[in-house]
DNA sequence: ACGCTGGGTTCGCTTGACGAACCGTGCACA
DNA sequence: TGTGCACGGTTCGTCAAGCGAACCCAGCGT
């Protein structure tokens, strides 16, 4: 759903408070047409909403804001550029700190379980569908 | 970089623990030129590493592994699934719980600052690149 | 010698991404 | 009254990527 080349990095740009389309534009470098698409499959997909507005002097047009579906997939997004300021360090983009408004503490994203152990990895989760088995794949060691 | 249509997907079965060629194909349906190029890609940016493996009586194949690169990206894909077992909820896809590994408890992953509170989403966060202040953008409300 | 299996490659077709050019509405200014 | 401009698109032709079906090859068991 979100696998078209450029649906995320839209919205990590609309996270970061990129709502207009010449900005999301300029902040991508992606072809008008491309954009014009990716935008609206994303609100029929109702990740984004097409809310007018308008700014004093100039006519009506419209921006592109976040619904809440869209807005629940702030922790993959962050995942994806916390992996990225870590390993993609140096390739010409500056990382991005995220810090609590108010409290100003950086911000970071952690598996926990809910008896409030940190998660390190896949090795130490087990994933069932449900509840029940997985079926006899290779999935008894996972991730290794 | 994860942009491919079927990266993301490859890397969970991974998480999954489903290794083979096969197993792959059989899970995601991928055509296997495709799975083949993405893997081979996959391999190249050093999220899995091709390594040998023989079954008794079998000759010697090789199967996809996770480097610490790839695993590295759990959180982001974790946090996909997530999104997925609550948005898309009855699209013919069981959710998958996953349960840490010895003490049982369902596994989730959530957004904390440095000081310990949880931060519920995007609002509750100011991204600074670096440090520095982001230029004049629509940045000063984000993602409303 | 033969066939089976896993892990591919090749082929022709369809879909998607791309940059450049064009369009249309409505404001500002002359 | 007309002209220019900026935003937010659409259209067009080209080129890359995804697709299923068919084919291929190494090596094992029989």
Known sequence: MVGEK???LVLREAFL???RFADLQRAL???KAVLTDRLNSL???DLLARVPYRDEGAR???EYRLTERG???YPAVVALMQWGDRWLAGDGVPPLTLEHRG???PVSLGLRCA???DVGGPREVVATPSGRERAGETADTPAG
Chains 1, 2 share one sequence.
Do not use: M, N, T, Y
């Open 6 to 8: 450029w649906s995320l």
């Open 71 to 73: 807005r629940d997939l």
């Open 115 to 117: 008896a409030g152990h």
């Open 43 to 45: 609100v029929a997909q």
């Open 103 to 105: 409290c100003g503490e």
């Open 60 to 62: 009506q047009r419209h």
């Open 17 to 19: 408070g990129v709502r």
């Open 29 to 31: 470098g992606a072809p």
